[in-house]
């Protein structure tokens, strides 16, 4: 599983990537968490705002923090 | 009017401050092409982000995931058929303020060149309406 963090490195995304890498620690699911600074790739997506987060290519949260319990639900319905 | 705004640029980090949705209809008139220009220039001068009107249509993931992530949505439509508002509420969203430049005096027709006047005269009329 691949999880990608798009945004440009502020506090927000941050905040994103913690959380994920929280998720997947607890969860004890193997995924690569990447964090893409490169803003074309989020426009790619059709992500307009960031922080966002994509897995496997599927957008599914743009432009907030998402909850622990959110990206969990996310991971385990793959 | 101001800079060229690059696309990568067109990413905005909710970090900054509160986002404001700006969806233009776009559409095949000189209201319609007005619309766009105003949504552009409205995210030169820091008063929005425009957004892709037609990914709403389109059910484009992406483009619906940071619609949901806006505060406020505003849809610039060019005529009384509002394609901009009709598609963002079918899509499930609610438009918070709504603007249609042929009632703004703006008269509709096929050209699709725009005058620099005339849209700088919109321009007014819109953030005036809109109180941005």
Request: one cysteine or more; glycine letters at 10%.
């Amino acid at each position: 599983m691949k999880i990608e963090i798009l945004g440009s490195g502020c506090a927000k995304c941050k905040r994103t990537k913690e959380i994920v890498e929280q998720a997947v620690a607890e969860l004890g699911i193997v995924a690569e968490v990447v964090k893409v600074e490169d803003m074309n790739a989020a426009l790619d997506y059709g992500v307009m705002i960031t922080p966002a987060v994509v897995v496997d290519g599927d957008v599914k949260i743009a432009g907030k923090v998402p909850t622990l319990e959110k990206v969990k639900e996310w991971l385990t319905k793959k | 009017m101001a800079g060229e705004v690059k696309m990568t640029e067109g990413v905005k980090c909710t970090c900054e401050a509160a986002i404001v949705g700006l969806y233009a209809c776009a559409g095949g008139s000189n209201v319609g092409q007005m619309t766009n220009k105003v949504a552009v220039e409205l995210t030169k001068k820091g008063k929005g982000k425009i957004m892709c009107t037609v990914g709403i249509g389109g059910d484009v993931p992406g483009i619906l995931k940071s619609t949901e992530g806006t505060d406020e949505i505003i849809a610039i439509d060019g005529c009384a058929l509002m394609c901009a508002k009709r598609s963002l509420e079918r899509a499930g969203f609610t438009v918070d303020k709504h603007v249609i430049l042929s009632e703004l005096g703006m008269k509709k027709n096929k050209e699709l060149d725009l005058n620099e006047n005339e849209a700088n005269e919109i321009m007014a009329k819109v953030e005036e309406a809109l109180k941005i």
